[in-house]
């Protein structure tokens, strides 16, 4: 588990990356420009990545403009609120349009109301002639609210088309905002949602609940000796591991940095170990490898703490006691899993190590 220490060491080092990347370019530093070059650093944006290569390659440089293009497309904290309006906007039109429809056909059947009425009153005195003259109104506006029914029943089929569109839509956008865009786990923003609710349904249904603390050994030092871009690897590496080892109610998310967290329902300490250990092996025994040079890189290996859900317990208190198995963890040696029970959890608790 990181400390807050090992953050700011991280975290000035994608910085100076970034700084690095406006001085090479003779870019001004502004905050825009720092921004797109300091998430360039953090790779947590695959896609910009992949576009600022591009434009680099191509071009040498990125003017201002570009910056500004980059920034609304990837980063600006309006983007996902504009399109979600967008969406809005589109669903309003078809509502409007389908009132105008159901006002259409309302005034339709007045007016066969009205005929009808009409009819009422001159069937009784009416001869033969009048009478066909009856059958022939009665005719037409019958058609006509055939046709205006049959208007409206394409309207509202295409309506509902429209909307099942949207809502789609709408699925993707809330999807991409609850996800991480560099390992496709959730982000953390979700994870505090599913633990917060995991644990009341837990203690509501009376059912056990286990979260698991992963953290990857050494990784502040393969990420410097490497780049971030292999770093970025190794995350996304680690990410695969977790996703091949849990199953469909249980909730993998990337917690920060290079910490994951997997939230394990109906599940008790055993078998979270059981699992965690999986993960674990399933990490070990992947070889990474520079994709931009074919260098084999060795391997890597995640430390991971597990705790399991008691009466009285918190978000906080669970996250907390989890934290300290990752600490004991790392304390002995790295690569391995303990629980609250394991022996090692009776040590003093010691500084936390990367």
Known sequence: MATSSDEHRRTMAFAEIALGQIKALRQPATPRHFEVWYCYATGYHPTLNETINEILSRCGSLSDAEIDRLYDTYLSPTRLSDRIDKVGDRVMDEIEQVMAMVDAAVGSANNCSESLAGVSRNLPGADREGLRGIVESLVQTAKEMET????????????????NELQEN????????????????ANRKYFDQALAEAISEAISDNETMSLLMTDIDHFKTFNDTYGHLTGDQVLRLVALSVKQNVKGQDIAARYGGEEFAIILPNTVLRSAVTVADHIRRAVMSKELMKRSTGEHLGRITISIGVATLRPGDSAQSLIGRADSCLYAAKR????????????????????AVA
């Open 148 to 163: 205006v029914n049959q208007k409206l029943e394409e309207r509202l089929s295409a309506s509902k088309r429209e909307i």
């Open 170 to 185: 709408l699925e993707v956008v809330r999807t991409e905002s609850l996800t991480d865009p560099l390992t496709s786990l």
């Open 332 to 351: 002995a040696g790295r690569n391995r899993v303990i629980c609250e029970a394991d022996p090692e959890m009776s040590m003093a608790p010691a500084t």
